[in-house]
C-alpha cells in the first residue's frame, strides 16, 4: 500500500505558475510510474504527466506539452508538478496517482493508488 497527499493547489491569473506535489508514503516500494490526472467540472478524468520510477522517462498530455514539467525527488519520495503559462482550461482538481507497472500510459484506470486532489483555479 502508498499513500499520496498532493498539495501546492491555489487560483492564479492566466500566464502565471504553481507547482504541485505528490509526497508518497507506506510502502513506497509498490510504484514503479507516478501519474498526475486532472478532472474539470462536467468532464472525464485527463492525464497530464507521468514519470517512471527512475525519474529518466516521461510522457505528456498535448494540451500540456511545453508549459508542464514532472519531475522527482526520491529521497524525498515526492513528484511535482511545475505547471507555467497557466490557462483557464487548466482549472480542475489535480490528483496524483501510482501503479507497480512500468509502462507510461495516462489511463486512469491502469492506476490503483489515488490522492484526495487539490483544486487549482486559473483566471483569466
Known amino acids: 500500500q502508498v499513500q499520496l497527499v498532493e498539495s501546492g493547489g491555489g487560483s492564479v491569473q492566466a500566464g502565471g505558475s504553481l507547482r504541485l506535489s505528490c509526497a508518497a508514503s507506506g510502502y513506497t516500494g509498490s510504484w514503479n510510474r507516478i501519474a498526475w490526472f486532472r478532472q474539470a467540472p462536467g468532464k472525464e478524468r485527463e492525464g497530464v504527466a507521468v514519470?517512471?520510477?527512475?525519474?529518466?522517462?516521461?510522457v505528456y498530455a498535448d494540451s500540456v506539452k511545453g508549459r508542464f514539467t514532472i519531475s522527482q525527488d526520491n529521497a524525498k519520495n515526492t513528484v511535482y508538478l511545475q505547471m507555467n503559462s497557466l490557462k483557464p482550461e487548466d482549472t480542475a482538481v489535480y490528483y496524483c496517482?501510482?501503479?507497480?507497472?512500468?509502462?507510461?500510459?495516462?489511463?486512469?484506470?491502469?492506476?490503483?493508488?489515488w490522492g484526495q486532489g487539490t483544486q487549482v483555479t486559473v483566471s483569466s
Open positions: 514519470i517512471n520510477r527512475q525519474g529518466d522517462n516521461r
Open positions: 496517482a501510482a501503479d507497480r507497472r512500468w509502462n507510461l500510459v495516462l489511463r486512469s484506470s491502469e492506476y490503483n493508488y
